[in-house]
């Protein structure tokens, strides 16, 4: 181990001397407390170190020691259900020992090592295994069964494999490699973060992630193994967006990372998660969520690694052939964390103060995404899927982390101050947001919803596109200078905004969306609109078309329940019918 000793402090950062034995990205122990800092700069025997504990009362010719490791992560048992802070301590852990703060220098391990695990092995004595292969179960929560690795770099034949109850250190497995080394296999694993997880090859991603949000998965669909980005100002609703998914999302596992956000919100989560009832298996949705909370008024640098610490942990389970959400709420708040870093190390700042590796930084996290067949034998698929929200000051998305994060991501919801002003949420604008997987995911949809699926999202689209250009219009010169047609499109494209897109998060039924759902309401606002346009042939009276009573359950079609969709949806397709063939007959017997 190489000892220095501060010489400097400014913030976060700390300058050492005599550290020529050290590393880049060493972890390291400051002063007599055992603050923890990692090396993010070497200039001959001089390291600088970010620290991430508060440094207040830190003197220099304190002491400065390294561990000779990388900042890294423990993975195991134990990481389901679990509220870490970014550097992966226990915070409840740390709230048995220390009360509600935070104690400096307190150093708890990431997973518990006195819980036993029953480990149930799927492998033998004499198997040969490399990399990645599966030797065993364990089964974490209700929902979750842990898979437990060979580590990377191993590979050889079993001489040894135990079953029964252990603690994450003790031994599981003995395996011999080749060139007769014995390796120990428990059922933890070390892997430092600021390094990608290996896998075999990374696939296209073309099956859909479901969020059960209907703008998203009908208009913005986002895949399995996809990254998007949720910018959007202040009130405009990111958060919610986040915990939408984080909730709803076709995923089987969530990493939830609070990234300098606000204490309360992370506490909003905090209180929901476990109360949440997962729609798939009925159990909390704490069962299989992980939680990393780094509020605002957490050291800065710990912002700066909570983002890798939650991506390796994704990135774990992702491994195992699981399909992981990870949402990181706010990205901003850790390129505030880097330019604050930036700034203290005197580098030559960039656009706007922040580093000009800015970009180059938000493309690794981002890449660290994607659908990949692992390592091993099996070759198991599994899929990361990254969701970045961003909060540029002022909503001004010009500004380089939502120019930089643009750039990487494939799909951009747009977040509309204007929207949530008039309580329209999500208040994603449609007109502004963009899918670049939404041609390549048109086909699962076709094939797996309704045929009919890529042609009503076309028309739908064309019909909110052309309803901002008759608006400006109507501006000018008012409703009763459009045709009967223009007027009717105007109306459908209110109920495409106001039943269709609009979706209150906090009511029961109409939190969640399923695709047969949300093909059925659509389906019924389109054949209204097209009834509609072959009555106005026949020359119905636009006014008496506009105020069909089959509207108002239209709209209140969203609210039906999932057992009851397909008779309710038969039900309105007639009352549609009926109610627009007595508008002709009525218009012919005058």
Request: glycine residues 8%.
């Amino acid at each position: 181990m190489s000892q220095g000793r501060v010489v400097k402090i400014s913030g976060p950062l700390v300058i050492a001397e005599g550290m020529q034995e050290a590393d880049m990205f060493d972890v390291v122990r400051v002063s007599e407390q055992g603050l923890i800092g990692e090396i993010i700069e070497m200039r001959g025997d001089m390291a600088s170190i970010q620290v991430y504990e508060e440094t207040a009362g830190l003197a220099p010719g304190a002491p400065v020691e390294t561990t000779g490791a990388q900042l890294s992560v423990e993975l195991g048992p134990g990481l389901i259900e679990t509220i870490y802070d970014g550097i992966q301590r226990p915070l409840e852990e740390i709230k048995k020992i220390a009360g509600p703060n935070i104690t400096r220098g307190i150093s708890v391990p990431s997973l518990d090592r006195n819980k036993k695990w029953e480990f149930v092995p799927t492998t033998k004595v004499g198997d040969k295994v490399e990399a990645g292969d599966i030797i065993g179960t364990v089964q974490e929560t209700m929902v979750v069964q842990q898979k437990i690795m060979i580590p990377y770099g191993v590979s050889g034949i079993i001489e040894k494999i135990n079953s029964g109850n252990f603690t994450v250190e003790e031994t599981v497995c003995v395996v011999k490699k080749d060139n007769g080394e014995i390796v120990n296999v428990s059922l933890m694993q070390k892997w430092p973060v600021r390094k990608g997880r290996p896998y075999k090859e990374k696939l296209v991603p073309d099956m859909p992630l479901v969020t059960g949000q209907r703008v998203i998965d009908t208009l913005f669909p986002i895949s399995k193994g996809g990254v998007a980005a949720v910018p959007g100002p202040f009130g405009s609703g990111k958060t919610v967006v986040q915990h939408q998914l984080a909730k709803w999302a076709d995923a089987d596992i969530v990493v939830y990372i609070g990234c300098g956000e606000r204490g309360n919100e992370m506490t909003d989560v905090l209180m929901e998660f476990p109360e949440l009832k997962d729609p798939r298996t009925g159990e909390s949705l704490m069962k299989r969520t992980v939680l990393i909370a780094n509020t605002s008024d957490m050291p800065v640098a710990a912002r700066e690694a909570s983002i890798y610490t939650g991506i390796t942990i994704a990135e774990y389970f992702r491994d195992m052939g699981y399909s992981v959400a990870l949402m990181a709420d706010s990205t901003s708040r850790w390129a505030e964390a880097l330019r604050e870093m930036s700034g203290r190390l005197e580098e030559m700042p960039g656009e706007e103060g922040y580093p000009a590796y800015l970009a180059s930084r938000l493309a690794q996290f981002y890449e660290r995404a994607g659908r990949v067949i692992s390592l091993g034998k099996e070759g198991r698929e599994g899929t990361l899927s990254a969701i970045g929200a961003v909060s540029p000051p002022g909503g001004d998305i010009s500004e380089p982390v939502s120019q930089a994060t643009l750039r990487i991501v494939k799909v951009f919801w747009a977040l509309d101050s204007q929207l949530a002003y008039r309580r329209h949420f999500p208040a994603i604008n449609w007109l502004n947001s963009y899918s670049l997987y939404a041609d390549r995911l048109s086909k699962w949809f076709d094939e797996n919803v309704t045929k009919e699926w890529s042609e009503m999202r076309s028309e739908t689209m064309i019909i909110l596109q052309e309803e901002a250009e008759l608006n400006e219009i109507v501006q000018l010169v008012g409703v009763d200078s459009l045709s009967s047609n223009d007027r009717l499109k105007l109306e459908a494209a209110q109920s495409i905004r106001e039943d269709y897109l609009h979706q209150n998060a906090f009511h029961e039924v109409d939190t969640y969306t399923s695709l047969n759902k949300q093909n059925k309401l659509l389906n019924l606002i389109l054949e209204y609109y097209h009834s509609g346009i072959e009555a106005l042939k026949e020359d119905a009276d636009f006014k008496a078309l506009s105020e069909l009573p089959v509207r108002e359950r239209i709209g209140r079609f969203k609210y039906t329940e999932e057992k009851d969709v397909e008779n309710v949806f038969e039900e309105i397709k007639k009352q549609i019918e009926t109610e627009m063939s007595s508008l002709v007959t009525s218009k012919e017997v005058e």
